[in-house]
C-alpha cells in the first residue's frame, strides 16, 4: 500500500517541480504523458486491492490489483528513457538536448513503476498462479532477443526493409552485446546450467547458482523491456484520451519499423517475464 501511496504524493508534489519548455518537453512531444486521472485512478485501485486482501474478497482484491499494475505500468511508460537521459545529465557526458530530463514526469514515472511491481509481486504470490512449460518460454525470449539485434545489422550491411530513411549507423556492436546477454540470460533460466555451474568452469564448477540473481536479473530486465516496448501502446492511449496525434504517425514507413522494434520487446519482455517466473517457482525451496 505504501508503494502505491508513493505514487499520490509524487503526483501531489509534480507541480511544484519546475516544467520543461514546451520544445524541451521530450515526453509530451512523443506521447508518452499519462493523464493525472490516469495515474491516480490506478494508485486509488492498488490501495484498494490492498485494503481488501487484508480484510475481505480476495478475489475482488486480485481483479482490482491487476486492473491498477496495468494503469500504474501504463503511466511508467518511457521511464527507461528517462533514465538514459539522466545518465547523460548527471555523468556530464556531452549529449546535447538528450541530456535534458523531464524530473517532474520522471519522479511519477518512478513511483508508478515500483508500484506496479509490488502489485505484480502480490499478484504471483497467489499459488494458483503457476506457469507451465517454462522451457519453452526461455526459447522464446531468446529466439526474439535476436529480433532488434538482428534488425540493426541487416541496416548496417546495406539492407533496405523497414530502414528509417536516413539511418547511417555502423556495426551496433551494443545491440550485439545485448543479444548475447538477452539469449544468455534467457537460456540460464531454463537449462541446468542455470542451477548449476558446468563442471568444465574452473574453481566454481558444479557449485550452486545463487537463486536470487538469475531471478533478481530477469525481473529488472522483463520490466525494462516491457515499459519500453508498449511505449507505442500507452502512447497511442494518451493520445486518445488528450485528443492528440501520436508523433511516429507521421514517420511514414519508419512507423513499421517502430511497429516490429517495440512489439519485439514486449513481447521478448513477457516470455523473459514467464520464463522467470517458472525458474523461480521451481527452484523454491
Known sequence: MAACVAVVVAAAVRPWIPELPEDLDYARHYGYTTPIWITLAGAGAGIAAMTVLTTWRRRVGLVLASVAAFLLLWTSGG?????????????????????????????????????????????????????????????????????????????????????????????????????????????????????VLPSWLPLVGEHSVPRLLPITTGWLVSAVLLNQGLLPVFGLLNSALLRTRPVFVDAGASVWAVGVVYLGWALFGLALAGATLAYQQQTRR
Open 79 to 195: 521511464l527507461v528513457l528517462d533514465g538514459f537521459r539522466a545518465f547523460f545529465n548527471l555523468t556530464g557526458i556531452p549529449a546535447g538536448t538528450f541530456s535534458v530530463v523531464d524530473w517532474r514526469g520522471a519522479a511519477v514515472r518512478a513511483a508508478a513503476l515500483g508500484a506496479a511491481a509490488v502489485l505484480v509481486a502480490v499478484l504471483l504470490a497467489d499459488r494458483k498462479n503457476r506457469v507451465a512449460g517454462g522451457a519453452w518460454l526461455g526459447y522464446t525470449a531468446c529466439a526474439l532477443a535476436f529480433v532488434y539485434p538482428l534488425l540493426k545489422i541487416y541496416w548496417a550491411a546495406g539492407g533496405a526493409f523497414l530502414r528509417p530513411a536516413g539511418y547511417d549507423e555502423t556495426l551496433p556492436v551494443a545491440e550485439m552485446i545485448m543479444l548475447v546477454g538477452g539469449g544468455v540470460l534467457s537460456l540460464l533460466l531454463v537449462q541446468r546450467w542455470g542451477r
